[in-house]
C-alpha cells in the first residue's frame, strides 16, 4: 500500500531533550516535506526536500532541522525542544512537489513538549 | 505571501442538505487541491484543479476552479456523516511551499 509512515504518533517530552520524529514514504517520491499544524493556525511548512541532499527552508523553521540521505526518509530534528514546539506534525510527499501534483500525508505525531 | 480564505469557518447540517465551501485569495494559483481531514489523521487529496474553469467530479462532490484560477469551490450533493471533517484547500504557485487555508469543519448530523 502505498503511504508515508511516522513515528511515534504519539510523543511527551521535556524542554531541551533532543528528538527525532521518523519519516518514511514507498512511493519513490522525490519531495518529501514537514508541517506542523495549530488551531486557528492551519497547516504550516516547516522544512521540504525536492530530492536527496537538497532541503530548504518553509514558512516555520526555527528550532527544526531535517535530513534527506536516503529518497525515501526524512526525518525532523528538535534538537532543543520548546513547549511552543507542542504541535501536531505531519510529514507529506508528492511526486515532484511542483503545480498540479498534490500531497500525501502521514497519519500525524504529537508533540507535547513540558 | 499567498493567503488562501476559506469560508465558512464552521458548518453544522442534515444528512440529505446540500452544501458549497468557499476557497478565494487575491492571488493568481498554477493549481489547487482539496482535501478532507478526520481528527487525528492526515489529510487526504481528494482533487487537483489546475484549468481556470475546471470542474471535477467525486461522486457527490463537485470542484470549481475560477476562471482567473484565483478561488475554487467545492460542493457536497446530499451530505451524509461520511462527509464529516475538516476540508483543506492548498494552492500552488511558483514555488515549492505551497499555502494552505484553514479549512471549513463540516459536520452532518444523522
Known amino acids: 500500500e502505498a503511504q508515508v509512515t511516522q513515528n511515534p504518533r504519539y510523543l511527551i517530552t521535556v524542554t531541551g531533550k533532543k528528538l527525532t520524529v521518523t519519516c518514511s514514504q514507498n512511493m519513490n517520491h522525490e519531495y518529501m516535506s514537514w508541517y506542523r499544524q495549530d488551531p486557528g493556525l492551519g497547516l504550516r511548512q516547516i522544512y521540504y526536500?525536492?530530492?536527496?541532499?537538497?532541503?530548504d527552508k518553509g514558512d516555520v523553521p526555527e528550532g527544526y532541522k531535517v535530513s534527506r540521505k536516503e529518497k525515501r526518509n526524512f526525518p525532523l530534528i528538535l534538537e532543543s525542544p520548546s513547549p511552543n514546539q507542542t504541535s501536531l506534525y505531519f510529514c507529506?510527499?508528492?511526486?515532484?512537489?511542483?503545480?498540479?501534483?498534490?500531497?500525501?500525508f502521514g497519519s500525524g505525531t504529537r508533540l507535547t513538549v513540558v | 505571501t499567498q493567503l488562501l480564505e476559506q469560508s465558512p469557518q464552521f458548518l453544522s447540517i442534515q444528512e440529505g442538505e446540500n452544501l458549497t465551501v468557499y476557497c478565494n485569495s487575491s492571488s493568481v494559483f498554477s493549481s489547487l487541491q482539496w482535501y478532507r481531514q478526520e481528527p487525528g489523521e492526515g489529510p487526504v487529496l481528494l482533487v487537483t484543479v489546475v484549468t481556470g474553469g475546471e470542474v471535477k467530479k467525486l461522486k457527490r462532490l463537485t470542484f470549481q476552479f475560477g476562471d482567473a484560477r484565483k478561488d475554487s469551490s467545492l460542493h457536497i450533493t446530499a451530505a451524509q456523516t461520511g462527509d464529516t471533517g475538516l476540508y483543506l484547500c492548498a494552492g500552488g504557485g511558483g514555488s515549492y511551499i505551497p499555502t494552505f487555508g484553514r479549512g471549513t469543519s463540516l459536520i452532518v448530523h444523522p
Open positions: 507529506a510527499s508528492s511526486l515532484t512537489g511542483g503545480p498540479g501534483y498534490g500531497y500525501t
Open positions: 526536500s525536492m530530492n536527496v541532499e537538497v532541503t
